[in-house]
């Protein structure tokens, strides 16, 4: 008999971890990235500071930025991320909620793995409660319209709570709920009209909407005025210059009579451009591209305030804000393509100089600028208005809201295990455990907030016995009608969180076989980063 040899189909610098161990493997990398956010949620949630290579400091509460400063390697982790950035594009907030339902979905499943039970029948009751969790949301929530401000301004509150902006979350509800109705058409909203400027200097107190646009260019000529009441506005996407810098022309003069005509040239076809935007009525040009120093002269002798090389963004927004066109060709300018504000005007905040344009008529794009004291307090309220815009931009899109505070996850709990009970076979198990991560939530919350989750969530699980809005209050350590205290969330925060959770939750228990090619030892899956799976319990 010839001796058996060792076949190999794989490069030798494939690592590969196969059977239990992948997945014990994944499920410790998904949990380590669910425990790290764990202490921020919620309004006592605690905030991360973090510091990249560069020492850049950054301090949030923010699950997603959390997540993505922390440069994380392993796979199945990077998955948990991308639950994280799923929820903040598709909702904008929620990010929290989502990875540590997936991570306690993951530690629950490794609980039943122990008993025995298959990682196929685990994603069935898996799946089964999940799309039963979508069927009881859709019960359990509530509808809302746009004319209720005082619920949508709830809404925003909720969103910012625990985000540092608790002095000044009534003055921002009322921005953000102002400024998502003033951008929605017919339940069409695009938070991309809405424009955040961040200036530091003065207090948060000072943060304003405006109805307008704001961006950081100065006037491009101090001959120009400071300011224009009732602004016509030209919105130029051309050179005011004779020739594009990219473009290197040649010429050759031999007499000085020669080059005095040249010069006289140039003059007078900018100067004839300057006359056609003036003809057009404009007393304002927003160019996106440069203006020569000629036209400047002209256009600050005919009184013309202008910026130049404002960013194709701003100018997009500046023409949805002000109704003007932006025109190309300059032959192309006339009267009805100009857009109109009651005041441009040249703002000297702190160190920056900005160009106001506000008062709009009916303006489909808006400007909030956030007044503070430092770079990190401006970065934290951006994200916490962010949050409150996504909110209720989500709420008024579907129409619906849920409880928060817990409500909704301890009813859906209580739901599931009832549903749990009509079903026969193992997945029933895996339902009920599905319904115990959901309550993982209250649980953190009263944690966070240094309440004793046990006592709370067993006064919670008793309230919905005939309140199935009832929530932990936070602030009053109180179990009450979370809809009735304004502690409001909207369905589709939930909704998402729910289903992305369960699906990569899903996808990670049935990996059983992982293959890292060696490009690096860094590839993540080596034991240098991962504590070995033995050693845990
Ligand atoms: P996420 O990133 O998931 O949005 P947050 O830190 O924003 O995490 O916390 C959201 C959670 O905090 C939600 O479950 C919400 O219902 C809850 N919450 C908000 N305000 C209160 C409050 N006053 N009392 C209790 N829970 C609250
Ligand atoms: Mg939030």
């Known amino acids: 008999m010839a001796e058996k040899q060792p076949i190999f189909i794989l490069p030798e610098n494939v690592q590969r971890i196969i059977g239990k161990d992948a ?37 949030t509460n923010d699950g997603v930025t959390i997540l ?94 625990g985000k540092g902006a608790e002095t000044v979350k009534e003055k921002f509800s009322d921005i953000i709920v102002k400024a998502v109705k003033q951008i929605a058409e017919n339940n069409k909203i695009d938070l991309d009209n809405i424009k955040i400027e961040k200036n530091k200097g003065s207090g948060l107190a000072e943060t304003e909407l405006i109805e307008g646009i704001v961006f950081d260019k100065e006037k491009v000529s101090v001959d120009m005025p400071d300011k224009v009441e009732n602004a016509k506005i030209a919105l130029l996407d051309l050179a005011l210059e004779i020739k594009s810098p990219e473009v290197d022309t040649k010429i050759s003069i031999s007499s000085p009579e020669q080059l005095q005509g040249f010069i006289e040239q140039e003059e007078k076809i900018l100067k004839e451009m300057v006359e056609k935007i003036k003809q057009a009525g404009a007393n304002v040009v927003f160019c996106q591209k ?23 963004s701003d100018m997009e927004k500046l023409a949805r804000a002000t109704q003007g066109k932006i025109i190309s060709n300059l032959n192309e300018l006339t009267s009805d393509q100009l857009g109109f504000a009651k005041m441009v005007e040249e703002v000297k ?33 951006e994200r916490a ?23 909704v996850e301890v009813e859906l709990a209580r739901r599931l295990r009832e549903y749990s009970k009509t079903l026969g076979g193992r997945e ?27 006592d709370t969530l067993t006064e919670l699980k008793a309230a919905h016995e005939n309140e199935k809005y009832a929530g932990i209050n936070i602030f009053t350590g109180k179990v009450e009608n979370s ?14 969180a729910i289903n992305s959770a369960s699906e990569v939750a899903m996808m990670i228990l049935r990996i059983d076989d992982v293959l890292a090619s060696g490009k690096s030892s860094s590839g993540g899956m080596s034991s240098q980063n991962m504590p070995p799976t033995a050693d845990y319990d």
């Open 290 to 312: 440069g203006i020569d120093d000629v036209a400047q002269y002209y256009l600050s002798k005919e009184g013309i305030y202008a910026c130049r090389r404002v960013s194709k």
């Open 23 to 59: 997945q014990r493997n994944n499920i410790m990398a998904a949990r380590l990235v669910a425990d790290s956010i764990k202490t921020t949620l919620g309004p006592k949630g605690m905030d991360k500071m973090l510091v990249d290579s560069l020492g850049d400091i950054t301090v």
């Open 385 to 407: 208005i962010k949050d409150g815009l996504g909110d209720v931009a989500s709420a008024l899109r579907e129409g619906k809201v849920v409880a928060g505070a817990g409500a």
């Open 68 to 161: 993505e400063e922390m440069e994380i390697e392993h796979p199945a982790a990077k998955m948990m991320v991308e639950i994280a950035k799923t929820q903040e594009d598709e909702v904008g907030d929620g990010t929290t909620t989502a990875v540590m339902l997936a991570g306690k979905l993951l530690e629950n499943a490794e609980k039943l793995l122990d008993n025995k039970i298959h990682p196929t029948v685990i994603t069935k009751g898996y799946r089964l409660a999940a799309e039963k969790s979508q069927e009881i949301l859709k019960e359990l929530a509530v509808d809302i319209n746009p004319e209720q401000e005082e619920v949508l301004k709830q809404i925003a509150m909720t969103a910012m709570t």
């Open 483 to 496: 809809l009735k205290e304004g502690i409001i969330e909207p369905l589709r925060i939930k909704s998402q």
């Open 428 to 454: 029933q198990l895996a339902i009920e455990e599905f319904a115990s991560a959901l309550e993982f939530i209250p649980i953190t919350l009263a944690e966070n907030a240094g309440l004793d989750p046990i």
């Open 349 to 381: 905040k702190g160190e920056d100089t900005y160009t106001y344009v506000r008062g709009c008529e009916n303006p489909k794009s808006l400007t909030i600028l956030i007044h503070g004291g430092t770079e990190h307090v401006l970065d934290e309220m």
